[in-house]
């Protein structure tokens, strides 16, 4: 079971880019890194998904070293509402438990 | 909106009762799966149905039980209710292709007094 850790927390201003880091040694061939967002009391929403190098959608980018043991959540421009716990997933998105096992998330403050 | 609906939103009931939490997943989507996510606390997976049939199950105790019926809407029945199954229990759904994500529903908020 690839296991991920993530900072507890982090602070941000305003108007600044995010960016938060995910470990995961263990990572394995067919695991993909995928990336998602809790507001208080909403279920979580998916962000973002990658396999290597870099992916880029309309909310943020996922940067994926060609080791994968890591992975960088960017988020451009951080304002108030952007104020969540994120949480990086890896798994085999095929199938399987992995996927489904999320971990204490980073919760993301941002000072105005 | 992420197409998943949960009822009801909210659910107030006292210790020793049983509860029946639905989930209707996005269309088109056979997996369903169910978490629990105690106050401050992370998201602790509970059971994983795909077309009916149970896939993968995480920490759910022996008194909370789902399934899935031929509609796809799913069920999570928690009998013999204690204070600490207070908590928000969210339903996702996914379909089972490679790269493809939960998408969760806003949850249904259980206190148990």
């Known amino acids: 079971l690839a296991k991920t850790t993530q900072p507890i927390s982090m602070d941000s201003y305003e108007g600044q880019e995010v960016n938060i880091t995910c470990s995961h040694n263990?990572?394995?061939?067919?695991?993909?890194i995928t990336w998602y967002q809790q507001f208080p009391s909403q279920g979580p929403r998916f962000i973002i998904q990658?396999?290597?190098t870099k992916v880029t959608n309309e909310v943020a980018s996922l940067f994926i070293p060609a080791d994968r043991k890591s992975s960088t959540l960017s988020l451009p421009r951080f304002s108030l509402s952007d104020t969540a716990v994120y949480y990086c997933?890896?798994?085999?998105?095929?199938?399987?438990?992995?996927?489904?096992?999320f971990g204490a998330g980073t919760r993301l403050a941002v000072h105005p | 909106d992420s197409g998943v609906t949960q009822t009801p939103k909210h659910l107030i009931t006292a210790t020793g009762q049983r509860v029946t939490l639905r989930c209707s997943p996005r269309?088109?989507?056979?997996?369903v799966y169910w978490y629990q996510q105690s106050l401050d606390q992370g998201l602790q997976f509970l059971i994983q149905?795909?077309?009916?049939?149970?896939?993968a199950k995480g920490n759910i105790l022996e008194r909370f039980s789902a399934q899935q019926f031929p509609d796809l809407h799913s069920e999570l029945n928690l009998s013999s209710l204690e204070l600490g199954d207070s908590a928000l229990y969210f339903c996702?759904?996914?379909?089972?292709?490679?790269?493809?994500?939960?998408?969760f529903g806003n949850g249904t908020r259980l206190t148990v007094t």
């Open positions: 990658g396999y290597k």
């Open positions: 997933l890896v798994g085999d998105p095929g199938g399987g438990y992995n996927k489904l096992i």
């Open positions: 149905y795909y077309n009916g049939e149970e896939r």
């Open positions: 269309s088109g989507d056979l997996s």
């Open positions: 996702a759904s996914s379909v089972e292709l490679p790269n493809s994500p939960l998408h």
């Open positions: 263990n990572i394995a061939t067919n695991d993909y």
